[in-house]
């Protein structure tokens, strides 16, 4: 008899999915993969399980890939966990029939009738009858007819958005005649995804958003932020997040970004949005939740233009090969932003009367409704660094984009352009710069090898007869051949030391210098000396020792991924400016 759970994983989705843009729940298979009788039989079980719990028909859907399959329905909003059970119970009897009876021990007391259907039919309805909120349906069909946002959490419900919301427990949901619909409303919303460049977009969007005198509320991997005060630290990139801002009194505008691990794990928070950005779509994150290649990644992050209706506007990348070739499969109207206005994408969409965003002539230029507006010279917006962080450049024409779809002036669009990114605290851990005499030091969240690769590209822009040192970590969810690609990256670059880091809160299964020791082997392969590298898994003693490295004309290039260590080698970086410390000079102790 089997001994082990048939699944990887069971979770509810919240909102709009990879699978449909209903809610429901979905399961991961574990084990050899799954066959067409197998699939054809958890299907069976499913429908019949949805028949016996009253819920409407609609199609399982089931998504197969390199590692297994997702098996993914449809159910109620107020019976999620039900939903869970449900799958589970279908996907292990459809597996029983090919491989024998399971353990019973894997599954919760009370259930070991598993696999006897009148009682896995009599659980079930007992199960669904205690999770059932009668009230909750009805509040919200309510609302969607009255195109009011509905987010719903495991306590609370709630409709409208800031300043135009009111809150409910989940227990103590009122009638939708007892509601003063006139009070309740929506607010701009924007989403923004993409593998790189979310945070900085984030920021630089809710930054127009401010100075078009709207009280903004974003939400990124740093937190949950009111015109640029945190009301939440910590990572909230996900639908937790979009909530926290959508909950806030008083909000007027609502930039919330939306990581792919959210999408996965829950799907979206919100049912509607005005723009959607996708930044790009790079090789990460492979291996989790079936997603092992750039177009199912593509799909997973464009799971955003789900809720843009045509009065909206999904912004793409041009430059970007993987989402140019998405846009027949989307009926919502598309917007395109490049390096190069010139690109064919960009001219074809403003032959159509489109939206587009790119370089011309050293300056960026928005096309929107029709005219065109210069946006000012991209060499001084302090994001580009003169220019020559292309990857900022793209970041800049997608958030010009958004916010001319949320209904923002151009002039303050290009305002906020060239004045955002000149302090450091405007984009916090984002390609941040320091300068101690000769040795240059920059900072960034640079966590992929694309991303490394843009960073290095800037820093190294900086080198004349100097070297160069990294700090070089990866989170451990990520599979061997993405962290031997980061490393072969960094390598390409030729460091003069490396620090090998662990990053504190994203081990992720694997034990301490694990990591690394990947890492420190693809970087000898690559060229890199084994004297030139160096293991120190805490990223602030790390960064001290490599400042205690550098000389005059050096460049430290140091991404930073905890946001505690990142805090702490930025507060350690200011004080020694304020020093007036230089390399070569014994680091003082702070």
């Known amino acids: 008899m089997p001994d082990f759970t048939p699944f990887e994983d069971s979770r509810r989705l919240t909102g709009a999915n990879l699978y449909f843009s209903e809610v429901g729940a979905v399961l991961e298979t574990q084990g050899e993969l799954p066959d067409e009788a197998a699939l054809q039989a958890w299907g069976a079980a499913i429908n019949k399980a949805c028949h016996a719990l009253g819920w409407p028909a609609s199609a399982p859907v089931v998504r197969q890939h390199a590692s297994g399959a997702s098996l993914a329905l449809i159910a109620p909003p107020d019976q999620l966990f039900s939903a869970t059970e449900v799958n589970e ?80 427990p989940i227990a103590q949901l009122p009638p939708p005649d ?8 929506a607010v701009p919303t924007a989403l923004v995804t993409g593998s790189n460049g979310k945070t900085t977009t984030v920021r630089l969007l809710s930054a127009m958003a401010q100075a078009y005198g ?22 909230y990139s996900g639908p937790a997040g979009a909530r926290a801002v ?38 990460d994150h492979f291996g989790e939740y079936g997603i092992h290649d750039l177009s199912a990644l593509a799909a997973v992050k464009l799971t955003v233009a789900s809720v843009i209706d045509a009065s909206g506007l999904l912004v793409l990348n041009a430059d970007d090969k993987t989402l140019l ?11 395109w932003f490049a390096q190069d206005d010139a690109h064919p994408q960009l001219q074809a969409t403003r032959e159509r009367g489109g939206a587009t965003c790119g370089v011309r002539e050293g300056h960026l230029w928005l096309s929107w409704l029709g005219q065109q507006h210069d946006l000012g010279d991209v060499d001084r917006m302090p994001l580009s660094f003169a220019g020559r962080a292309r990857y900022n450049i793209a970041n800049l024409a997608a958030a010009a984009l958004a916010a001319a779809a949320l209904g923002i002036a151009a002039d303050t669009i290009a305002a906020t352009l060239q004045r955002f990114g000149h302090e450091r605290a405007d984009n916090p851990g984002r390609l941040q710069h320091w300068q101690f005499g000769a040795l240059r030091v920059f900072v960034d969240y640079a966590h992929n090898p694309e991303g490394l690769h843009g960073l290095l590209e800037v820093g190294t822009g900086q080198l004349a007869a100097g070297r160069l040192g990294l700090l070089l970590g990866q989170a451990g969810n990520r599979e061997e051949p993405a ?13 003069a030391r490396v620090m090998l880091k662990d990053i504190e809160g994203y081990m992720r299964g694997r034990v301490a210098g694990e990591v690394a020791a990947i890492l420190r082997d693809q970087l000898q392969r690559g060229g890199v000396s084994g004297e030139a590298i160096v293991e120190r898994l805490d990223e602030v003693a790390a960064v001290r020792e490599l400042l205690a490295w550098a000389q005059a004309d050096d460049v430290l290039v140091l991404p930073v991924h905890g946001v505690v260590a990142r805090q702490q080698i930025s507060a350690l970086l200011d004080a020694l400016q304020g020093r007036q410390w230089r390399a070569g000079v014994a680091l003082p102790t702070l």
């Open 246 to 283: 959508m909950r806030t009194s008083g909000v007027q505008a609502a930039i919330l970004e939306t990581a792919r691990g959210g999408l996965l794990r829950r799907g979206l928070a919100v049912q509607h949005a005005q723009v959607a950005v996708v930044t790009n779509v790079s090789d």
């Open 89 to 168: 119970w279908a996907w292990c009897c459809a597996y029983e029939m090919q491989h024998g009876p399971l353990a019973a021990r894997w599954y919760a007391p009370g259930f070991a009738a598993v696999w006897d259907e009148p009682a896995a039919m009599a659980t079930l309805r007992a199960f669904a009858a205690a999770e059932r909120q009668p009230g909750l349906l009805p509040l919200v069909q309510a609302a969607e007819l009255r195109g009011l946002p509905v987010l719903i959490d495991d306590e609370w419900l709630s409709i409208g958005a800031g300043d135009g919301a009111a809150c409910w």
């Open 214 to 235: 709207w009280r903004t509320g974003h939400s990124c991997t740093d937190g949950v932020f009111v015109d640029g005060e945190a009301i939440e630290a910590g990572d």
């Open 483 to 495: 962290i031997r690609e980061l490393a072969a990256v960094a390598a390409g670059f030729h460091p």
């Open 325 to 335: 070739a998405q846009p027949a499969r989307f009926s919502c109207p598309i917007g």
């Open 178 to 185: 007892m509601l003063d619909w006139a009070s309740l409303h």
